[in-house]
């Protein structure tokens, strides 16, 4: 009870860090020093839930889909507070990427609670590597579609509340430096994937469909890298490139997993 107790302030911490980093667009005002403490103090608290379930269960947050999204929450979080912390231009876009997690957070409270079994193919240090590098690459697809979602949004004649960001071609590169650095943690990702799943079952890759979902993503990142840099494309269509990424990302993640029977198809 405790952890949850823990875990529900740290949603409530969030939500209140989104709604002042909202209402701070919609009023041009600059709590910035607030959302980042905020954005800081959830993080602790989500980070200290998570730890009593670990210590209580003797497994991380990735067996039962509530933990991998509560996991995914934690580290797509964190991910976006360095960046607010490191991008003061960019700050911003917090009130485009906070409600991304707000749905999110509502759709893990939302799940079973109730422990999984741990898969014996879990029991490998590629398992640690594999999730960290999947986490950095949707943490840095997530920066960049809130700088997309702005550039969008102007296109759309809605970002005028957006005045204090750079202009959208600004934004663009930005964007995509950050989908640069989501390509090399994405392509870490499937190396150590398959590594893994070669110690746990004897075969580097199956096509199943996680898998398969895996590389389609890998393949739409790609794509999108290659067509920004050598297509010379506008700022709206890089930026609807890299929803389609953050998409097809999504999907692999929390869609594969939702519909079949466990949380990683294959893992038992």
Same mark, same amino acid.
């Given at each position: 009870m405790d952890e949850l107790k823990l875990l529900w302030i740290a949603l409530v911490v969030y939500v209140i860090t989104g709604c002042i980093a909202i209402f701070a667009v919609a009023l041009d005002k600059r709590p910035e020093r607030t959302v980042l403490g905020l954005l800081a103090t959830a993080l602790m608290l989500h980070t200290l839930a998570i730890g009593l379930?670990?210590?209580?269960? *003797?497994?991380?947050?990735? +067996?039962?889909?509530?933990?991998?999204?509560?996991?995914?929450?934690?580290?797509?979080?964190?991910?976006?507070?360095?960046?607010?912390?490191?991008? $003061?231009?960019?700050? $911003?876009?917090?009130? +485009? +990427?906070? $409600?991304?997690?707000?749905?999110?957070?509502?759709?893990?409270?939302?799940?079973?609670?109730?422990?999984?079994?741990?898969?014996?193919?879990?029991?490998?240090?590629?398992?640690?590597?594999?999730?960290?590098?999947?986490? +950095?690459?949707?943490?840095?697809v997530l920066v960049a579609v809130g700088m997309a979602t702005v550039i969008l949004?102007?296109?759309?004649?809605?970002?005028?509340?957006?005045?204090?960001?750079?202009?959208?071609?600004?934004?663009?590169?930005?964007?995509?430096?950050?989908?640069?650095?989501?390509?090399?943690?994405?392509?870490?990702?499937?190396?150590? *994937?398959?590594?893994?799943?070669?110690?746990?079952?004897?075969?580097?890759?199956?096509?199943?469909?996680?898998?398969t979902w895996a590389f389609i993503t890998w393949l739409s990142l790609a794509i999108a890298m290659h067509a920004r840099f050598t297509l010379k494309l506008k700022p709206r269509t890089g930026a609807l490139m890299i929803l389609i990424v953050f998409v097809s990302a999504f999907f692999t993640f929390f869609g594969i997993p939702f519909v079949n029977d466990v949380p990683h198809k294959g893992a038992v």
């Open positions: 379930r670990w210590e209580r269960l *003797g497994h991380g947050p990735y +067996v039962t889909m509530f933990e991998i999204l509560s996991s995914n929450i934690w580290s797509l979080s964190l991910v976006f507070a360095i960046a607010y912390w490191r991008m $003061p231009k960019v700050r $911003p876009i917090a009130a +485009v +990427v906070m $409600p991304i997690l707000f749905m999110m957070m509502g759709w893990m409270m939302l799940m079973d609670k109730t422990p999984g079994p741990l898969p014996a193919t879990y029991h490998t240090i590629w398992l640690f590597i594999h999730i960290g590098f999947s986490k +950095v690459f949707l943490g840095a949004l102007r296109e759309a004649g809605s970002g005028q509340r957006f005045v204090r960001l750079p202009e959208s071609s600004r934004l663009d590169e930005l964007a995509y430096r950050w989908m640069a650095l989501g390509l090399v943690f994405n392509s870490l990702m499937l190396i150590s *994937g398959a590594i893994w799943a070669q110690d746990a079952w004897g075969r580097y890759w199956a096509w199943d469909p996680l898998e």
